[in-house]
Nanobody, 123 residues
Framework: QVQLVESGGGLVQAGGSLRLSCAAS????????MGWSRQAPGKQRELVAR???????NYADSVKGRFTISRDNAKNTVYLQMNSLKPEDTAVYYC?????????????????WGQGTQVTVSS
């Protein structure tokens, strides 16, 4: 059983900061890419940031220069440091991990998602 457990969401004033964390636990062979997406009420889920196993990153244009994604491979954890938050950043934030699973000699990829954490930015 694999779980992604997120933490760090909350309510913050515009211009403030929050740091989200997401830890992967359970039985898997390795962690490949990890990322954060968000979904605001009435909108589609959108990719916020993604980081590869060798820490190559990419960001949505709307968060470039304000958000930083990082990871701790020893802890199978991905972080999202969010600075200069704006009311339009309000959303449920979801982490996801692209894992390599192993079954006997067979290796295969599978993607998992966390349960989501609410981020609310007040004006």
């Amino acid at each position: 059983q694999v779980q992604l457990v997120e933490s760090g969401g909350g309510l913050v004033q515009a211009g403030g900061s929050l740091r989200l964390s997401c830890a992967a636990s359970g039985r898997f062979f390795s962690v490949r890419d990890m990322g954060w997406s968000r979904q605001a009420p009435g909108k589609q889920r959108e990719l916020v940031a993604r980081i590869t196993s060798v820490s190559t990153t990419n960001y949505a244009d709307s968060v470039k220069g304000r958000f930083t994604i990082s990871r701790d491979n020893a802890k199978n954890t991905v972080y999202l440091q969010m600075n200069s938050l704006k009311p339009e950043d309000t959303a449920v934030y979801y982490c996801n991990a692209d894992l390599t699973m192993r079954s006997g000699t067979l290796h295969y990829r599978r993607e998992y998602w966390g349960q989501g954490t609410q981020v609310t930015v007040s004006s």
